[in-house]
């Protein structure tokens, strides 16, 4: 199929008397290399090389979910993390996604959640988004995830990216800035904890804003992949108490063209080898059935969904095509 890529030869080479085929090459399509996603997929690509037989993978640095969408739709990735969201949106045609529908999408698995996680420094006084306004604040790479929950978390509280200085910065970028005074606070969904804070954490006092119940609720009424989540006191240095605050599932996803058997092998070693990622990230610690039956907002392939048969799960009618 034209999404899978050879690493020589597609056929069989011989080379004297021993015969050598060439493994197929993935891509995975993930994000920064200060988040979650990169360590998730280069975990995720260690277990395709090790377990399915004829395959060969590599995590690629992107700008995350609205970009993944896209190269899974043109091929140009084979499989690719991205926040709920951004996937129904994507499917549906919705959102950023109006007018460029991608009814080719299909859910592998979800993986963990992410968490709105809006930081500053101690010393800055902002304590609530509504202090915001005016301030110089990073919403996230473009066309990242984290730009997509910043602007409907915030929009669903009447505040809108006009009110504040909005910077497009990915998540090193935005800690550096922080750390140098460039920016007042930042926005990264992301999977706690990120490094990119927790170095941050080491070199200036922090602090995390949290949100009202009345915030959460009003987000989730925005957008229903949206859940109430509590970032742990203790995670970061110098934040002692839980912050009230959103996530959203993030998802692998593939395009409905790809063969069911690659699709089931890869989601059969992925679950049968999470070890594997967990060692890689804590993130992992989440990559269950039951959150994949839970928080998946797409039909899986039918690949994915021949593993979950055999695993015995049961699978809400919303996930079958």
């Known amino acids: 199929?034209?999404?899978?890529?050879?690493?020589?030869?597609?056929?069989?080479?011989?080379?004297?008397?021993t015969a050598v085929?060439?493994?197929?090459?993935?891509?995975?399509?993930?994000?920064?290399?200060?988040?979650?996603?990169?360590p998730m997929g280069g975990g995720l690509a260690e277990v395709i090389n090790n377990h399915v037989e004829g395959y060969s993978a590599t995590a690629e640095v992107t700008g995350a979910s609205v970009?993944?969408?896209?190269?899974?739709?043109?091929?140009?990735?084979d499989l690719a993390i991205a926040l709920a969201d951004t996937v129904q949106q994507a499917y549906m045609g919705?959102?950023?996604?109006?007018?460029q529908q991608l009814p080719m999408v299909r859910a592998v698995g979800s993986l963990y959640a992410n968490m709105v996680q809006i930081v500053t420094l101690a010393d800055s006084g902002i304590t609530s988004i509504a202090d915001l306004a005016g301030k110089r604040v990073s919403v996230g790479a473009p066309g990242s995830g984290t730009e997509v929950n910043a602007m409907t978390l915030l929009d669903a509280n009447g505040i809108s990216f006009d009110d504040f200085d909005a910077q497009r910065l990915n998540f090193n970028e935005t800690t550096d800035a922080l750390n140098n005074g460039d920016i007042d606070a930042g926005f990264l969904s992301v999977g706690a904890p990120t490094?990119?804070?927790?170095?941050?954490?080491?070199?200036?006092?922090?602090?995390?804003?949290?949100?009202?119940?009345?915030?959460v609720d009003a987000a989730m009424g925005a957008d229903p992949t949206f859940a109430a989540l509590a970032l742990p006191g203790g995670t970061y240095d110098g934040v002692a108490d839980d912050v009230m605050t959103v996530g959203v599932p993030n998802v692998l996803v593939v395009?409905?063209?790809?063969d069911e058997e690659t699709v089931y092998q890869i989601t059969k070693a992925m679950y049968e080898n999470i070890a594997e990622m967990q060692a890689v990230h804590p993130a992992a610690n989440e990559t269950?059935?039951?959150?994949?039956?839970?928080?998946?907002?797409?039909?899986?392939?039918?690949?994915?969904?021949?593993?979950?048969?055999?695993?015995?799960?049961?699978?809400?009618?919303?996930?079958?095509?």
């Open 255 to 258: 395009s409905s063209e790809m």
């Open 288 to 321: 269950t059935v039951d959150f994949t039956m839970n928080a998946t907002p797409v039909p899986l392939h039918a690949g994915a969904l021949r593993y979950f048969e055999e695993a015995g799960a049961t699978i809400p009618d919303k996930l079958r095509e």
């Open 21 to 38: 085929s060439a493994q197929t090459q993935l891509s995975i399509a993930t994000g920064g290399t200060g988040g979650v996603y990169y």
């Open 195 to 215: 490094s990119s804070i927790l170095n941050l954490a080491t070199t200036k006092d922090i602090a995390m804003v949290a949100l009202t119940q009345e915030q």
């Open 94 to 99: 919705t959102g950023r996604f109006e007018g």
């Open 1 to 17: 199929m034209n999404m899978l890529r050879t690493a020589a030869l597609a056929a069989t080479m011989t080379f004297g008397a």
């Open 67 to 77: 970009e993944n969408m896209g190269l899974i739709a043109t091929g140009d990735a």
